[in-house]
């Protein structure tokens, strides 16, 4: 079968930014695969985002993630609003592949060309999220979607990253997924900005809420005017729709979480420490390329690996080594830099 | 893990509720270290081509065992025609006739495995035959 001939990224900025899905997949694939042409594309997407409503929802596997968004999806598509979603799955640690299965549940939106849906192995990387997750959100807002909603993939107590991706966190918890003790812990807990409850229908719900309504209250801010997290029980499976519980409840928090951040002007800190983290990302990533770039086909790397082996040297000397070599050459770049520092 | 995958995506269209089989095709594929969307059962045409144009797919592979093969498998090439998916590999597997094999492969479809194929085979035959991505 013919090789795809490679895209030109002007004109397939250009499609996306008209809200062709086929560029925006084929975009998000570069991406992903973190292809020479990924900083290339999203120079010409960046200006065009940062004004949509990214919603973010973790929680372990099995715990309903994937329902609720179902249900978010279509009470956003009532409202007329266009909408994107990036669902994570872990990629396995052994064959790099994964089994993406978090479309199943948003079946009812197939044939919905107001729904743009993709799914992404993790890729190894830590956090709950991809890589390339905040890049391909970043994709979605481009093309055009009011509404961006991240899942996680299932997430236990210290994937976190989701708040630097998304402006208002929803975690998702299950009946007896442990005591008090568990629910006080760092990590998880602490990031959410509106705590849902699901499958609140089973046994041991009704404790359960009542435990964590307590440790809320405990990790509560005294600073005047902050923001505390609703608890909202929800049922997200169900055979008949009005047997469903807490929909309309968790679209209402999250406005009024919204609005909040709007209001206090918290929304600015919330992308200021986007912005911060992806620097952050791109530029150790860069970094990275740039160096293993220069020792490429120098065959220094294997000597490197060979004398760590022989106990001759360790990684630590060897990267100060490096980047001491790098940051040499690197000093006309600097110099040039500051001499444009006006700006 | 960044090198560049092998997207699938596996689905069952039409009424037949019989998955065991293309759950253990997403499983192999996984293990052979491609990234595998599931989509379900009870899938229309038109959301298992609009699922692969979002998800960019390489492949798609469809799953029939109650004899609807060669009622829905026409209308999905017809589907990704629409949608300008020539570059995607089209793969049926499941439980029919060996003379609706060639039928199908002159409606459009890539490959055809029944049922008692070899694993191997099939992820040799994906391995060899998808498109490169740049």
């Known amino acids: ?343 | 893990m960044n090198q560049n995958k092998i997207k699938v995506i596996v689905s069952k269209v039409g009424l037949d509720g019989h998955d065991r089989g293309v759950k253990v095709v997403a499983t192999l594929l996984k293990e052979a270290g491609m990234e595998v969307v599931y989509l379900g059962m009870y899938q229309t045409p038109e959301g298992v081509i609009k699922a692969a144009v979002d998800e960019d797919a390489d492949v798609i592979g469809l799953s029939y065992l109650s004899g609807e093969h060669l009622v829905y498998t026409p209308k999905i090439v017809d589907e990704m025609r629409k949608s300008g998916l020539d570059d995607v590999l089209l793969v049926v597997g499941g439980s029919f006739p060996p003379e609706d094999v060639p039928v199908m492969k002159e409606m459009g479809v890539d490959e055809v495995f029944r049922g008692g194929s070899l694993t191997e085979s099939i992820v040799d035959y994906i391995k060899k035959n998808t498109r490169g991505k740049s």
């Open chain 1, 1 to 343: 079968m013919a090789k795809k001939t490679p895209d030109n990224p002007d004109e397939m900025a250009q499609k996306l930014l008209a809200g062709d899905r086929r560029a925006a997949a084929r975009m998000i694939t570069l991406i992903e695969n973190q292809s020479e042409k990924s900083s290339q594309f999203m120079k010409l997407v960046y200006p065009n985002t940062g004004k949509s409503m990214v919603i973010g929802l973790t929680g372990s596997g099995g715990s309903g993630k994937s329902s609720l968004i179902n249900h978010l999806i279509r009470q956003y598509r009532d409202q007329g609003k266009r909408v994107g979603v990036v669902a994570v799955d872990p990629s396995s640690p052994f064959s790099g592949g994964a089994l993406l299965g978090d479309r199943i549940r948003f079946q009812a939106h197939s044939m919905d060309d107001g729904v743009y849906i993709r799914s992404m192995g993790s890729r190894g990387y830590l956090g709950g999220l991809a890589r390339s997750t905040n890049d391909v959100v970043r994709i979605m807002e481009a093309m055009g979607n009011d509404v961006v909603i991240v899942e996680t993939l299932g997430a236990g107590q210290d994937e976190v990253d989701i708040i630097h991706v998304a402006q208002t966190c929803v975690l998702v918890l299950t009946p007896n997924m442990g005591d008090d003790i568990q629910a006080m812990k760092a990590g998880i807990m602490e990031i959410a900005d509106i705590i849902v409850l699901n499958k609140a229908d089973l046994d041991g719900a009704i404790s359960c809420l009542h435990s964590l309504e307590a440790t809320i209250q405990l990790g509560i801010s005294r600073k005047e005017g902050s923001w505390t997290p609703p608890l909202i029980p929800t049922v997200a499976s169900a055979a008949k729709i009005e047997d469903l519980q807490g929909i309309n409840e968790l679209v209402k928090a999250i406005n009024d979480h919204q609005e909040y951040l709007h209001q206090s002007h918290a929304i600015d800190e919330v992308q200021t420490k986007r912005i911060e983290q992806e620097l952050g990302l791109v530029f150790k990533d860069e970094v990275q390329k740039f160096i293993f770039k220069g020792l490429k086909g120098t065959g220094k790397k294997q000597q490197y690996i060979k004398a760590i082996f022989d106990g001759r040297t360790d990684p630590y000397s060897v990267v100060e080594e490096v980047l001491k070599t790098f940051l040499k050459e690197g000093s006309k770049v600097k110099e040039t830099i500051s001499s444009k520092q006006q700006i």
